[in-house]
């Protein structure tokens, strides 16, 4: 994922206790984007079945490198 459409993810998935509070939102911005721009981010989709679940592990490990 591009670090921009990291940034918007992680921005989508915060929570603002007020959302009214400017100075707190940048702040928010602010984080995510430098989150962003340091740590890869990936989307994940899979199907909802506990009999995926082994190939869903593997994918995520050979994308993780683990």
Do not use: G, W
Request: hydrophobic residues 40%; glycine residues 0%.
């Amino acid at each position: 994922m591009s670090p921009a459409d990291a940034c918007m993810t992680l921005l989508q998935n915060s929570f603002a206790l007020d959302p009214t509070n400017h100075k707190e939102a940048a702040r928010r911005f602010e984080l995510a984007s430098d989150m962003a721009r340091r740590v890869p981010v990936f989307s994940l989709r899979y199907p909802r079945r506990y009999d995926a679940l082994p190939e869903v592990i593997d994918k995520i490990q050979s994308v993780a490198k683990l």
